[in-house]
């Protein structure tokens, strides 16, 4: 019963998180605008939810680790998130003198979009949740 609840719930729960995981990235990035030859990051997160969604059910007998410090977890790449999406430096849109190739414009743009599907995300898993409870309840 618990397996079904977590395979109905599997999908939202992983977008949930790679959006807060982008949000982190593209934060690091607004904070580092002024910051020389820093470059912006970003990873594609269609391509990186269906990584999650393909690597979400771990074989029986092997042990899933959540955080690189769990024992058998290999230690973090700084290019990589901690589920192993692979972070992208983003393209050069305006050059600058220091090198620095983060885009104040873009960042906030992809930041505020990120931010509305987050909360889109959480509408929905809310809304799935309502309609577990009325169907337990038989309302």
Known sequence: MIGKLDDYLRFNEAALN??????????????NADTPNFKARDFDFSSALAGVLARSTAPAGVLATTAPAHVGAAAPDAGKLADGTVLQYRGVVQGSVDG???DMDVERNQFADNALRYEAGITMINSQIRGLLAAIQGQ
């Open 18 to 31: 790679l959006r807060s995981q982008r949000q982190q990235v593209l934060a690091s990035n607004i904070a």
């Open 100 to 102: 620095n190739t983060v």
